[in-house]
Each structure stands twice: as C-alpha cells, then as structure tokens.
C-alpha cells in the first residue's frame, strides 16, 4: 500500500513539474513579457536592415503582454510598427491600434497609424475617417506627423474624387512642408 502511495505522489510530482516546466508562461507578468518584447525590437532595429527573428520575438512577447493585462502606450506603438515592419502585416497592425484607440482614444499618433494601414490595405473611406481624426486631435499637440496627415486624407479626397477638398489639403500640406509635394495624381498610382 506505501508502496502504491509512493508511486501515486513520484508521478503526480513529476506531472506537476511537467506542468510547470511547460507552462512557465502562467507565471511570467505582463511587464515581463513588455520588456522582453522591448529589448527584442530595440535590437531588431539597430540598422538600417531589420532583424526578422527579433521583430517575430517582439511579436510574441508584446502580444503576451497584452493578453497578461498589459496596457502601456509603448507596447501598442512598439507592436504596431513590429508588424509594420515585418513584412508590412498591415492587418495586424490595424488590429494592434484598435486596441491602442480603445486604450488611448485622444491620442492623434495612434489615428494616424491605424490610417496608414488602412490606406495601405485600400480601405479609403475608413482611412480617411482616421485622418480626419487624428488632424483634428494634432492641431491642440505638437505633432510632427501632421502635414503627412494633411497630405494623405487629400490624396484620398482625390482617389474618391473630391477634388477641391484634395487641392485644399495639398496646399495646406505643401505650407507645412519645406519640399514640393508630388501631386496627388502621380502619389496615387502607388495604390493600385
């Protein structure tokens, strides 16, 4: 009987060992997981080439951050651009700043790159929403990204056809900007 004792308690041992050697994850914090994810994507990005195996690490370790309760701005923005990165997964990406929007809903950078990804996937209309959004939160921040934001939404008022509002943006853009802007007709035919 001692003897089927000691076999019952050895194997529920090693089966809780198992357990936890596989499951480490359940006692690793969401700030971990974010550091991690930090240290990955700051070394994938040194250079001018990126890092695919550190930018898929990133990848993994921010999204465990979220899913461990994670909220930081860094880790929305830092995730965002991993998938940008890497092989342009703008599907993700947009994924990534709707989470960052619900989070951070005042926050014009965010706008800005969920519309970039839009744009990218040839979802105008809604890029366009996006724009409009982020133009109307930067112009109370300091935000560098706002001629680019300008120029794009009139580069989609041109793709939809409103052509005055396209020649509006295009010239508030070019006051914005110390180089001439190409036109709207040559910048579109990257989106076909």
Known sequence: MKKNLFKIFGLLTILILL??????????????????????????????SFDHKKLEDAILNFEMAIKKGNKERELFDKLGSSYSLLNGDHYNAERIYDKAIINYPNDAEFYFFRANCKKEQKKFKSAFLDYEKC???????????????IYNRGAISYKL????????????????TDYKLRTYQDYIQLWK
């Open 19 to 48: 357990f936890i050697i596989y499951k480490t994850d359940l006692f690793i914090s969401g700030q971990t997981y974010f550091e991690r994810g930090k240290n990955s994507f700051l070394t994938a990005v040194e250079d001018d």
């Open 135 to 149: 133009i109307n939160l930067a112009q109370t921040q300091k935000a560098d990204f706002l001629k680019e934001a």
């Open 161 to 176: 056809g409103d052509f005055l509002k396209a020649e509006k943006d295009w010239k508030l853009a070019q006051i914005k």
